[in-house]
């Protein structure tokens, strides 16, 4: 953490400390003085943080030192927090009374009286003035002095090469490796005879390769057209044969599957799926040696068609030895030193030599070499200089003393560097993700979430951005600085090399703690008091006895439950009660709560007390309500309840919530009049998954115009029932950025079905084409669709279905939508003409199923 990431920390403490409320709050309270002498004190501090980030390196007191002034700058920023927390509830108390501010202002004794907890204040005060002044004296003692900060990025030419998806284009080398992989795929194998398929191993260190030319082979036109069936399964440490089974099961074409929970029946049904088939199976990232799991997982697959192949990519060798495969000479190498200059040409520069940037060839050259020939590194460091094409910033690199450090931890020198020319606001966020675990799979919407309840998203007041959108930037910047990576059967999610996974825990000491098996045992109870944010995988059960030394943990901020891999609904988890009841009372600072997936069927009184909270996460809980107290959360930003099917209302004072700017209740029963109400909280996003109209008239549909913000994915089912066009017009859908449009007709076509109405009706729905990734259209009664439902202002409209539609006789020019990569038409039983009738001409009479 340290140095530059504290730039950011103390940015957001000098604007509260200068904020209207809390000045009012220290003058009522007589704390003026040291309010001024804390800023005066961080000003200076603030000044040499350049020094001391050049220096922490190599000497430990200075490093000691930054970790407590960020546990100061935490406390600080926890003490504001409260006051203006309290301030907020009065404010909020004296509102819901009929007493203007203005007339409260004349009223002093209540303003100067009613805040609680003097004398704590004042014992707060006095205990961070005594810090903040040793840490002055101490800045002095340790030599560290006024500096520029030189780092940062002086120009921004070459913005273009952002993207750290897998392009062929772009990877350099190879080539061989993948030709010889590729005669492998697609040639009979000599596999024994009581097996149709073989092994194809790609084994090699961590960030040398091996996913990348996994996924090269994988999305190869020869390999596409030679396997009938594919998947891809990232399997990670824990060989899991049930979720990897299942992983494979649901990646097959055809039908949606449904949820099977039982292992025998789950392999069954992919044995059959698999019969007679040739398909190729990625496991990628194996580090099991039991020949035990790997027999489990295969058993299925004997009746798949000779020649179908299995890619294990992997770091270690002993499994592939125990199944008679000797890859000791196949090994895959780092990069020659040719293409490992190329490779990081094309990151650092965009081009694939040094031709035309001389003076910086020998700064690359000498930098590629200390990368021995690894392309994570080189990817990384490339990418980390795209913006300097200065000499200096060059040469700095090169000689970082940071080279000179001891590899710990398989934390290589070149991915610190990388990770040092992050911003500070970038290092924060970085190290917030050493909170997850390898392989788990990131959601760039919910991770934004997280980062603006833990307050690392710092707006200047007069920005007209959002905190959202920053995050967003924040998230694009990390990826393509290869950070973060797509994740290999989910362009929507992202994964972490375990290499970079490394490196975020190995920065986040002190402050973040990711509690697992293997680290619950070495917890030294003493730093509990110091950790700030904490986070737990998912277990079936989860004991009172796993978190009793956290009631020490008082300055907890964060409190997560996550998991790895997909989430899968039949699985139950469950927490102790008194974790609820006991425990969270105890860590009265928690920002962010997270119990999704618990089978929690009540929520504590208690919760009312967690005043600092911004991020509340009950998804797939089992409650039937929340408490009246949860209102009490002045602070609160988002609030998930998507899967809670037994919660059908909200508490009667939710409006009280006015910070609330996330509310998400997919496949959540609660009444839609309730929703209506909320909706009209100012900057509140609500996140629904049905929109069911029950009228006869369909008139409920308009309702949908108070719901401003909108967010995500909405289905609206019921449209025959809308008799009148203009019900869906004042719906203003045009002005809802929705990623995910469902819009569903009954399938019963009788007589009294209007082929125009259905048609304006469905030309009213048309959602602003800036977000909109999905569009199902169902049993849609009309002969031809409006104009919008192809048109290529729908920029990143990527997934289409249309089924069902009867009556249609044509088909819009969807070939026009720019990014579109999957089209499904079934059911349209009498379509004749695709792009209109004046478009392309005869199509099909029985189109059934078209992908």
Not at 377 to 394: F, M, N, P, Q, V
Not at 545 to 573: C, D, I, M, N, P
């Given at each position: 953490m340290a140095e530059l990431v504290l730039s950011a920390f103390l940015g957001v403490l000098f604007e509260k400390l200068s904020s209207a409320a809390l000045k009012n709050i220290a003058s009522y309270k007589g704390f003026d003085a040291e309010i001024k002498k804390w800023k005066r004190s961080l000003t200076q501090i603030q000044g040499v943080l350049v020094d001391a980030s050049q220096k922490d390196i190599t000497s430990a007191p200075v490093k000691r030192w930054l970790n407590d002034l960020q546990h100061l700058a935490y406390d600080i920023d926890d003490v504001l927090d409260g006051w203006l927390t309290e301030d907020m509830q009065r404010e909020s108390t004296h509102e819901?009374?009929?007493?203007?501010?203005?007339?409260?202002?004349?009223?002093?004794?209540?303003?100067?009286?009613?805040?609680?907890?003097?004398?704590?204040?004042?014992?707060?005060?006095?205990?961070?003035?005594?810090?903040?002044?040793?840490?002055?004296?101490?800045?002095?003692?340790?030599?560290?002095?006024?500096?520029?900060?030189?780092?940062?990025?002086?120009?921004?030419?070459?913005?273009?090469?952002?993207?750290?998806?897998?392009?062929?284009?772009?990877?350099?080398?190879?080539?061989?490796?993948?030709?010889?992989?590729?005669?492998?795929?697609?040639?009979?194998?000599?596999?024994?005879?009581?097996?149709?398929?073989?092994?194809?191993?790609?084994?090699?260190?961590?960030?040398?390769?091996?996913?990348?030319?996994?996924r090269l082979l994988y999305g190869d036109k020869q390999v596409k057209v030679h396997f009938e069936l594919k998947a891809w399964v990232c399997v990670s440490e824990e060989f899991d044969s049930f979720a990897i089974s299942k992983a494979i099961f649901q990646s097959m074409p055809g039908e949606v599957k449904k949820e099977i929970s039982d292992f025998n029946q789950l392999q069954e049904a992919l044995r059959d799926h698999l019969t007679g088939k040739r398909f190729l199976l990625v496991l990628d990232d194996v580090w099991s040696e039991r020949r035990e799991d790997w027999e489990t997982l295969v058993r299925p697959f004997y009746t798949c068609a000779p020649g179908s192949k299995i890619i294990v990519t992997t770091r270690k060798d002993k499994l592939l030895k125990i199944l008679g495969y000797n890859p000791l000479n196949k090994?895959?190498?780092?990069?020659?030193?040719?293409?490992?200059?190329?490779?990081?040409?094309?990151?650092?520069?965009?081009?694939?030599?040094?031709?035309?940037?001389?003076?910086?060839?020998?700064?690359?050259?000498?930098?590629?070499?200390?990368?021995?020939?690894?392309?994570?590194?080189?990817?990384?460091?490339?990418?980390?200089?795209?913006?300097?094409?200065?000499?200096?910033?060059?040469?700095?690199?090169?000689?970082?003393?940071?080279?000179?450090?001891?590899?710990?931890?398989?934390?290589?020198?070149?991915?610190?560097?990388?990770?040092?020319?992050?911003?500070?606001?970038?290092?924060?966020?970085f190290a917030y993700c050493s909170l997850f675990p390898k392989d788990f799979?990131?959601?760039?919407?919910?991770?934004?979430?997280?980062?603006?309840?833990?307050?690392?998203?710092?707006?200047?007041?007069?920005?007209?951005?959002?905190?959202?959108?920053?995050?967003?930037?924040?998230?694009?910047?990390?990826?393509?600085?290869?950070?973060?990576?797509?994740?290999?059967?989910?362009?929507?999610?992202?994964?972490?090399?375990?290499?970079?996974?490394?490196?975020?825990?190995?920065?986040?000491?002190?402050?973040?703690?990711?509690?697992?098996?293997?680290?619950?045992?070495?917890?030294?109870?003493?730093?509990?008091?110091?950790?700030?944010?904490?986070?737990?995988?998912?277990?079936?059960?989860?004991?009172?006895?796993?978190?009793?030394?956290?009631?020490?943990?008082?300055?907890?901020?964060?409190?997560?439950?996550?998991?790895?891999?997909?989430?899968?609904?039949?699985?139950?988890?469950?927490?102790?009660?008194?974790?609820?009841?006991?425990?969270?009372?105890?860590?009265?600072?928690?920002?962010?709560?997270?119990?999704?997936?618990?089978?929690?069927?009540?929520?504590?009184?208690?919760?009312?007390?967690?005043?600092?909270?911004?991020?509340?996460?009950?998804?797939?809980t089992r409650i039937t309500h929340l408490p009246e107290k949860v209102c009490n959360l002045y602070n609160l930003q988002t609030l998930i309840l998507s899967g809670c099917d037994r919660l059908t209302k909200l508490p009667n004072n939710f409006q009280k919530l006015k910070n609330l700017r996330h509310l998400d209740v997919r496949y959540t029963p609660i009444l839609f009049q309730m929703l209506l109400e909320i909706g009209k909280l100012k900057s509140l996003q609500i996140t629904l998954s049905k929109f069911n109209i029950e009228s006869e008239s369909g008139s409920e549909i308009a309702k949908l115009k108070d719901f401003k913000n909108l967010y995500e994915k909405i289905s609206i089912v019921g449209l025959e029932k809308v008799q009148h066009a203009i019900y869906a017009h004042e719906a203003n859908f045009s002005q809802k950025k929705l990623s995910e449009l469902e819009l569903v007709w009954s399938d019963e076509l009788h007589d009294s079905r209007n082929e125009l109405l259905e048609k304006a009706v469905l030309n009213e729905l048309m959602p602003c084409p800036d977000k909109l990734i999905q569009l199902e259209i169902k049993s849609y009664g009309g002969l031809e669709f409006p104009n919008w439902v192809a048109d290529p202002s729908f920029l990143y409209l990527k997934h289409v279905s249309i089924s069902g539609c009867k009556r249609c006789t044509s088909l819009p020019p969807l070939a026009q939508l720019p990014s579109l990569k999957e089209l499904f038409i079934r059911g349209l039983l009498e379509v004749i003409y695709v792009g209109g009738r004046n478009g392309l001409g005869l199509c099909f009479h029985a189109c059934n199923s078209l992908k």
């Open positions: 819901s009374e009929g007493i203007t501010s203005k007339v409260r202002n004349l009223i002093t004794p209540t303003c100067c009286t009613s805040f609680s907890r003097s004398n704590t204040m004042r014992a707060q005060l006095d205990d961070i003035s005594t810090k903040l002044q040793d840490l002055v004296k101490e800045k002095t003692d340790l030599g560290l002095i006024v500096k520029e900060d030189q780092s940062r990025p002086r120009n921004n030419k070459n913005r273009r090469f952002q993207t750290s998806v897998v392009d062929p284009s772009r990877i350099v080398g190879r080539q061989a490796e993948k030709e010889a992989l590729l005669q492998q795929l697609l040639l009979p194998a000599d596999e024994p005879c009581d097996q149709n398929y073989s092994i194809v191993p790609i084994l090699g260190m961590g960030g040398v390769g091996k996913t990348t030319l996994a090994q895959l190498e780092s990069l020659s030193y040719d293409d490992a200059l190329s490779l990081f040409a094309v990151h650092a520069l965009g081009v694939r030599n040094f031709d035309s940037h001389l003076s910086l060839k020998p700064h690359g050259e000498g930098i590629v070499k200390k990368c021995n020939g690894l392309p994570l590194a080189l990817i990384a460091l490339g990418t980390s200089l795209r913006t300097k094409e200065d000499e200096d910033s060059w040469k700095e690199v090169l000689e970082s003393e940071i080279w000179k450090l001891p590899v710990k931890d398989e934390i290589i020198p070149a991915l610190r560097l990388s990770y040092h020319d992050l911003s500070g606001p970038l290092k924060q966020l799979l990131f959601d760039k919407e919910e991770l934004v979430k997280l980062w603006m309840a833990e307050g690392f998203l710092h707006q200047p007041t007069l920005s007209d951005s959002t905190e959202e959108h920053l995050g967003h930037e924040f998230f694009d910047e990390l990826l393509s600085r290869s950070f973060f990576q797509h994740a290999p059967n989910n362009e929507s999610l992202f994964v972490m090399h375990d290499l970079m996974n490394d490196l975020a825990t190995s920065v986040s000491v002190e402050f973040f703690l990711r509690l697992d098996n293997e680290n619950e045992k070495n917890i030294k109870k003493e730093m509990l008091e110091k950790y700030r944010h904490m986070s737990f995988v998912r277990e079936e059960y989860v004991a009172y006895k796993k978190f009793e030394a956290f009631e020490r943990a008082k300055s907890l901020r964060t409190f997560l439950a996550t998991y790895v891999g997909e989430v899968e609904s039949w699985r139950r988890f469950y927490l102790s009660n008194k974790i609820l009841t006991d425990l969270l009372p105890e860590v009265p600072l928690l920002r962010v709560l997270s119990l999704s997936g618990f089978r929690i069927s009540e929520v504590p009184e208690s919760i009312g007390t967690l005043r600092h909270l911004r991020y509340l996460n009950l998804s797939r």
